[in-house]
């Protein structure tokens, strides 16, 4: 179950080291700011500073959680450390989902692939 675990914080890191690319490198195009539901190059520049710390946050638990993946599969204490960082991590992730959802109905969509695989490596991490 472990494996399955670390494969979905993976998955979970991955999609936030896509959401800190699009938040804190890539804002400024008209594509990636109104995914975000962003309708104007004006308001998309007001909300950058926004968007570039919240992508450096998104980047900081991905971190977190690959290193928990990588001292998973190792022996002893790592695996406990591991197992430690890939809860917490994924914890994060699953709230933040949970507080998108909570935004409107608009955002529902962003709110599941943010949640899902966070919350499947949280239940599968603490059930091993």
């Known amino acids: 179950m472990l494996i399955a675990a670390q ?3 993976a998955l979970a890191a991955v999609l936030h080291i896509v959401f800190f690319v699009f938040e804190s490198v890539l804002w400024s195009n008209p594509a990636v700011y109104r995914r975000f539901g962003i309708a104007s190059q004006g308001q998309a520049d007001t909300i950058r500073p926004m968007a570039y710390n919240q992508g450096f946050y998104n980047l900081a638990l991905a971190i977190g959680v690959l290193v928990g993946v990588v001292l998973a599969g190792m022996d002893g204490d790592q695996v406990v450390i591991g197992k430690t960082l890939i809860i917490f ?3 994060c992730m ?3 989902g949970v507080v998108l959802a909570s935004t409107g109905a608009a ?6 692939i943010q949640f899902l695989p966070a919350a499947v490596a949280l239940i599968l991490t603490a059930a091993s």
């Open 7 to 9: 494969i979905f914080a």
């Open 89 to 91: 991590g994924t914890g």
């Open 94 to 96: 699953a709230v933040a």
């Open 107 to 112: 955002y529902l969509r962003a709110a599941a």
